[in-house]
Protein backbone atom coordinates (compact mmCIF):
# COMPACT_ATOMS: atom_id res chain seq x y z
CA UNK A 1 0.00 0.00 0.00
CA UNK A 2 2.69 2.66 -0.43
CA UNK A 3 1.86 5.17 -2.61
CA UNK A 4 2.90 6.00 -5.72
CA UNK A 5 4.52 10.01 -6.26
CA UNK A 6 3.38 10.04 -10.24
CA UNK A 7 -0.12 8.94 -8.68
CA UNK A 8 -0.15 12.05 -6.16
CA UNK A 9 1.51 14.50 -9.24
CA UNK A 10 -0.92 13.66 -10.90
CA UNK A 11 -3.90 14.26 -8.44
CA UNK A 12 -2.41 17.53 -7.55
CA UNK A 13 -1.91 18.88 -11.54
CA UNK A 14 -5.41 18.21 -11.97
CA UNK A 15 -5.84 20.14 -8.01
CA UNK A 16 -4.37 23.01 -9.68
CA UNK A 17 -6.10 22.68 -12.89
CA UNK A 18 -9.07 23.16 -11.38
CA UNK A 19 -8.66 25.49 -8.53
CA UNK A 20 -7.82 27.78 -11.86
CA UNK A 21 -10.96 27.09 -13.53
CA UNK A 22 -12.52 27.77 -10.45
CA UNK A 23 -10.82 31.36 -10.48
CA UNK A 24 -11.90 31.67 -13.85
CA UNK A 25 -15.54 31.37 -12.53
CA UNK A 26 -15.15 34.03 -10.22
CA UNK A 27 -15.97 30.97 -7.31
CA UNK A 28 -14.28 32.72 -3.90
CA UNK A 29 -13.53 29.37 -1.75
CA UNK A 30 -11.96 29.60 1.29
CA UNK A 31 -9.58 26.81 1.47
CA UNK A 32 -9.39 25.00 5.31
CA UNK A 33 -5.56 25.09 6.46
CA UNK A 34 -4.44 21.85 7.43
CA UNK A 35 -1.23 20.38 9.52
CA UNK A 36 0.63 17.89 9.02
CA UNK A 37 -1.34 15.87 11.42
CA UNK A 38 -4.42 16.71 8.80
CA UNK A 39 -2.39 14.75 6.24
CA UNK A 40 -1.54 12.34 8.02
CA UNK A 41 -5.19 11.74 8.93
CA UNK A 42 -5.75 11.99 5.02
CA UNK A 43 -3.08 9.01 4.22
CA UNK A 44 -4.14 6.63 7.10
CA UNK A 45 -7.58 6.86 5.20
CA UNK A 46 -6.19 6.14 1.64
CA UNK A 47 -3.87 3.69 2.88
CA UNK A 48 -7.19 1.98 4.63
CA UNK A 49 -10.00 2.22 1.64
CA UNK A 50 -7.03 1.10 -0.57
CA UNK A 51 -7.01 -2.32 0.87
CA UNK A 52 -10.64 -2.25 1.67
CA UNK A 53 -11.55 -1.41 -1.94
CA UNK A 54 -9.81 -4.52 -3.45
CA UNK A 55 -10.67 -6.86 -0.49
CA UNK A 56 -14.91 -6.66 -1.38
CA UNK A 57 -13.97 -6.42 -4.82
CA UNK A 58 -12.33 -9.92 -4.55
CA UNK A 59 -15.94 -11.07 -2.07
CA UNK A 60 -18.35 -9.34 -4.93
CA UNK A 61 -19.79 -6.66 -2.47
CA UNK A 62 -21.15 -3.57 -3.70
CA UNK A 63 -19.00 -1.15 -1.85
CA UNK A 64 -19.72 1.92 -1.10
CA UNK A 65 -17.00 5.01 0.10
CA UNK A 66 -19.54 7.91 2.57
CA UNK A 67 -17.33 11.07 3.78
CA UNK A 68 -19.46 12.85 6.40
CA UNK A 69 -17.96 16.30 6.27
CA UNK A 70 -16.30 16.37 2.45
CA UNK A 71 -15.54 20.21 2.19
CA UNK A 72 -13.96 21.89 -1.17
CA UNK A 73 -11.78 18.21 -1.97
CA UNK A 74 -8.92 20.90 -1.29
CA UNK A 75 -6.68 22.02 1.51
CA UNK A 76 -3.89 24.76 2.26
CA UNK A 77 -0.96 23.36 4.17
CA UNK A 78 -0.47 25.51 6.87
CA UNK A 79 2.62 27.17 6.75
CA UNK A 80 3.34 27.34 2.91
CA UNK A 81 -0.26 27.44 1.18
CA UNK A 82 0.38 24.98 -1.16
CA UNK A 83 -2.62 22.94 -2.19
CA UNK A 84 -3.24 19.61 -0.88
CA UNK A 85 -5.97 17.38 -2.04
CA UNK A 86 -8.29 16.08 0.77
CA UNK A 87 -9.73 12.78 1.30
CA UNK A 88 -12.46 13.48 -1.55
CA UNK A 89 -10.16 13.52 -4.21
CA UNK A 90 -7.55 10.86 -2.94
CA UNK A 91 -10.27 7.72 -2.42
CA UNK A 92 -11.54 8.78 -5.90
CA UNK A 93 -8.31 7.93 -7.21
CA UNK A 94 -7.66 4.50 -5.41
CA UNK A 95 -8.15 1.45 -7.54
CA UNK A 96 -10.44 -0.77 -7.63
CA UNK A 97 -12.94 2.11 -7.67
CA UNK A 98 -15.83 2.45 -4.95
CA UNK A 99 -19.50 1.29 -6.76
CA UNK A 100 -20.61 4.83 -5.11
CA UNK A 101 -20.16 7.40 -3.16
CA UNK A 102 -21.80 9.79 -1.11
CA UNK A 103 -20.14 13.45 -0.12
CA UNK A 104 -22.18 15.38 2.36
CA UNK A 105 -20.96 18.76 3.70
CA UNK A 106 -23.36 21.44 5.68
CA UNK A 107 -21.21 24.49 3.46
CA UNK A 108 -23.10 24.19 0.12
CA UNK A 109 -20.52 26.51 -1.88
CA UNK A 110 -17.77 24.27 -0.65
CA UNK A 111 -19.82 21.36 -1.64
CA UNK A 112 -20.41 23.18 -5.10
CA UNK A 113 -16.54 23.65 -5.42
CA UNK A 114 -16.14 19.26 -4.55
CA UNK A 115 -18.73 19.04 -7.50
CA UNK A 116 -16.70 20.98 -10.08
CA UNK A 117 -13.68 18.90 -9.37
CA UNK A 118 -15.68 15.43 -9.67
CA UNK A 119 -17.23 16.66 -12.93
CA UNK A 120 -20.13 13.98 -14.02
CA UNK A 121 -20.32 10.94 -12.49
CA UNK A 122 -23.29 8.87 -12.20
CA UNK A 123 -21.87 6.80 -9.20
CA UNK A 124 -20.82 9.92 -6.86
CA UNK A 125 -23.68 11.50 -4.92
CA UNK A 126 -23.79 15.49 -2.99
CA UNK A 127 -25.53 15.79 0.35
CA UNK A 128 -26.04 19.43 0.97
CA UNK A 129 -27.33 19.44 5.06
CA UNK A 130 -26.76 17.91 8.50
CA UNK A 131 -24.77 14.46 8.26
CA UNK A 132 -26.56 13.72 11.93
CA UNK A 133 -30.00 13.54 9.58
CA UNK A 134 -28.69 13.00 6.08
CA UNK A 135 -26.75 9.79 7.10
CA UNK A 136 -29.06 8.23 9.35
CA UNK A 137 -32.48 9.00 7.24
CA UNK A 138 -30.92 8.51 3.42
CA UNK A 139 -27.81 7.01 3.40
CA UNK A 140 -27.42 4.34 5.78
CA UNK A 141 -30.73 2.77 5.22
CA UNK A 142 -29.39 2.14 1.60
CA UNK A 143 -26.56 -0.21 2.60
CA UNK A 144 -28.42 -3.20 3.15
CA UNK A 145 -27.05 -6.36 4.69
CA UNK A 146 -29.08 -8.97 2.33
CA UNK A 147 -28.34 -6.52 -0.94
CA UNK A 148 -24.96 -7.80 0.01
CA UNK A 149 -23.81 -4.39 0.40
CA UNK A 150 -20.65 -2.89 2.46
CA UNK A 151 -19.45 1.11 3.46
CA UNK A 152 -16.71 3.31 4.93
CA UNK A 153 -18.03 6.56 6.27
CA UNK A 154 -15.20 8.44 7.31
CA UNK A 155 -16.95 10.78 10.56
CA UNK A 156 -14.34 13.68 10.50
CA UNK A 157 -15.94 17.10 12.42
CA UNK A 158 -13.61 19.72 13.85
CA UNK A 159 -14.80 19.21 17.30
CA UNK A 160 -17.79 17.38 18.94
CA UNK A 161 -20.76 17.87 16.52
CA UNK A 162 -21.70 14.42 15.91
CA UNK A 163 -24.95 13.13 17.44
CA UNK A 164 -25.17 9.51 18.70
CA UNK A 165 -27.68 8.13 16.47
CA UNK A 166 -25.12 8.23 13.67
CA UNK A 167 -22.46 5.56 15.63
CA UNK A 168 -25.97 3.47 16.96
CA UNK A 169 -27.78 3.64 13.26
CA UNK A 170 -24.14 2.65 11.58
CA UNK A 171 -23.75 0.06 14.44
CA UNK A 172 -27.04 -1.30 13.70
CA UNK A 173 -26.86 -1.77 9.95
CA UNK A 174 -24.14 -4.39 10.27
CA UNK A 175 -22.99 -3.24 7.33
CA UNK A 176 -21.05 0.25 8.43
CA UNK A 177 -18.05 0.86 8.90
CA UNK A 178 -16.70 4.00 10.46
CA UNK A 179 -13.36 6.31 11.60
CA UNK A 180 -14.11 8.86 13.78
CA UNK A 181 -12.41 12.06 14.54
CA UNK A 182 -13.13 12.00 18.38
CA UNK A 183 -11.76 15.67 19.22
CA UNK A 184 -10.44 15.39 22.91
CA UNK A 185 -9.11 19.44 22.57
CA UNK A 186 -12.82 20.15 22.10
CA UNK A 187 -14.22 17.92 25.10
CA UNK A 188 -11.28 19.44 27.01
CA UNK A 189 -11.89 23.20 26.40
CA UNK A 190 -15.54 22.54 27.00
CA UNK A 191 -16.61 19.53 29.38
CA UNK A 192 -13.11 18.21 30.74
CA UNK A 193 -13.50 21.13 33.75
CA UNK A 194 -11.38 20.16 36.89
CA UNK A 195 -14.51 22.01 38.31
CA UNK A 196 -17.83 20.01 36.70
CA UNK A 197 -19.86 22.52 38.23
CA UNK A 198 -18.66 25.18 35.89
CA UNK A 199 -19.52 23.51 32.68
CA UNK A 200 -21.74 25.98 30.51
CA UNK A 201 -25.03 23.51 30.31
CA UNK A 202 -25.46 23.81 26.50
CA UNK A 203 -22.02 22.01 26.22
CA UNK A 204 -23.07 19.34 28.72
CA UNK A 205 -26.17 19.09 26.27
CA UNK A 206 -23.64 18.92 23.09
CA UNK A 207 -21.40 15.89 24.92
CA UNK A 208 -24.87 13.82 26.12
CA UNK A 209 -25.95 14.18 22.40
CA UNK A 210 -22.74 13.15 21.29
CA UNK A 211 -22.01 10.00 23.90
CA UNK A 212 -25.67 8.97 23.82
CA UNK A 213 -26.16 9.36 27.70
CA UNK A 214 -24.45 10.84 30.65
CA UNK A 215 -22.44 8.41 31.39
CA UNK A 216 -19.57 10.97 29.82
CA UNK A 217 -19.16 12.34 32.91
CA UNK A 218 -17.45 9.49 34.47
CA UNK A 219 -15.49 9.08 32.13
CA UNK A 220 -14.75 12.71 31.63
CA UNK A 221 -14.84 13.26 35.44
CA UNK A 222 -13.29 9.81 37.27
CA UNK A 223 -16.01 9.91 39.69
CA UNK A 224 -15.35 6.36 40.91
CA UNK A 225 -12.46 8.07 42.62
CA UNK A 226 -12.05 7.27 46.22
CA UNK A 227 -11.33 11.15 47.42
CA UNK A 228 -11.28 14.10 45.75
CA UNK A 229 -8.09 16.23 45.28
CA UNK A 230 -6.92 19.14 47.98
CA UNK A 231 -9.52 21.29 46.66
CA UNK A 232 -12.34 19.17 46.54
CA UNK A 233 -12.63 18.82 43.18
CA UNK A 234 -12.78 15.48 40.94
CA UNK A 235 -9.98 15.16 38.77
CA UNK A 236 -10.29 14.89 35.34
CA UNK A 237 -9.21 11.40 33.93
CA UNK A 238 -6.43 11.57 31.67
CA UNK A 239 -7.33 11.89 27.67
CA UNK A 240 -5.85 8.22 26.96
CA UNK A 241 -8.50 7.05 29.41
CA UNK A 242 -11.67 9.25 27.80
CA UNK A 243 -10.74 7.73 24.60
CA UNK A 244 -10.82 4.23 26.06
CA UNK A 245 -13.97 4.74 27.38
CA UNK A 246 -15.08 6.22 24.05
CA UNK A 247 -13.92 2.93 22.45
CA UNK A 248 -16.15 0.94 25.14
CA UNK A 249 -18.74 2.82 24.55
CA UNK A 250 -18.96 2.39 20.53
CA UNK A 251 -18.81 -1.92 21.73
CA UNK A 252 -21.31 -1.58 24.40
CA UNK A 253 -23.77 0.92 23.64
CA UNK A 254 -23.62 1.25 19.81
CA UNK A 255 -23.14 -2.39 19.16
CA UNK A 256 -20.09 -2.73 17.26
CA UNK A 257 -18.09 -6.10 17.12
CA UNK A 258 -14.64 -4.81 17.13
CA UNK A 259 -13.33 -1.41 17.78
CA UNK A 260 -9.39 -0.43 17.16
CA UNK A 261 -7.25 0.86 19.26
CA UNK A 262 -7.26 4.71 19.12
CA UNK A 263 -4.87 6.67 17.64
CA UNK A 264 -4.01 10.46 19.41
CA UNK A 265 -2.99 12.93 16.92
CA UNK A 266 -1.04 16.14 18.35
CA UNK A 267 -0.34 19.21 16.65
CA UNK A 268 3.49 19.91 15.47
CA UNK A 269 4.01 21.20 18.92
CA UNK A 270 2.89 18.27 20.87
CA UNK A 271 -0.44 19.68 22.02
CA UNK A 272 -3.64 16.67 21.95
CA UNK A 273 -5.92 17.55 19.00
CA UNK A 274 -7.62 14.38 18.44
CA UNK A 275 -8.22 10.27 18.89
CA UNK A 276 -8.92 8.27 15.49
CA UNK A 277 -10.98 5.36 16.36
CA UNK A 278 -12.30 2.75 13.94
CA UNK A 279 -15.20 0.75 14.64
CA UNK A 280 -16.60 -2.16 12.86
CA UNK A 281 -18.40 -5.60 12.62
CA UNK A 282 -15.17 -6.98 10.38
CA UNK A 283 -12.49 -8.19 12.39
CA UNK A 284 -10.12 -8.00 9.15
CA UNK A 285 -11.06 -4.43 8.97
CA UNK A 286 -9.99 -3.44 12.65
CA UNK A 287 -6.63 -5.41 12.05
CA UNK A 288 -5.71 -3.92 8.93
CA UNK A 289 -6.83 -0.12 10.12
CA UNK A 290 -5.29 -0.97 13.51
CA UNK A 291 -1.92 -1.82 12.07
CA UNK A 292 -2.47 1.29 9.65
CA UNK A 293 -2.72 3.29 12.79
CA UNK A 294 0.03 2.52 14.64
CA UNK A 295 2.25 2.96 11.35
Known amino acids: ?34 GEWSERK ?3 VRKYVDAYSRILQRQKFHSTYIDAF ?16 GSPMQVLDVTPPFDEYHFIDLDVSKL ?9 RP ?16 VFPQIRYKDYRRAFCLLDPYGLHLRWEVFHEAARTGTVEILVN ?11 LKNPAGIKPEQAERMTAFWGDETWREAVH ?12 EEKAPNDAIAKAFCQRLK ?3 GFAYVAPPRLMSSTSGAPLYYLVFASHNATGAKIMGEILRG
Open 252 to 254: DGA
Open 182 to 192: FSIMDLNMNVG
Open 112 to 120: DYLKEQVGE
Open 42 to 44: IEY
Open 1 to 34: MTRDPARVRGILWATEAKVTLGRRRQHTIEFDEI
Open 123 to 138: DVHFHAGDCNEILVSE
Open 222 to 233: ALNQTQPNLFGL
Open 70 to 85: AGAGVHRRKGTGELVP
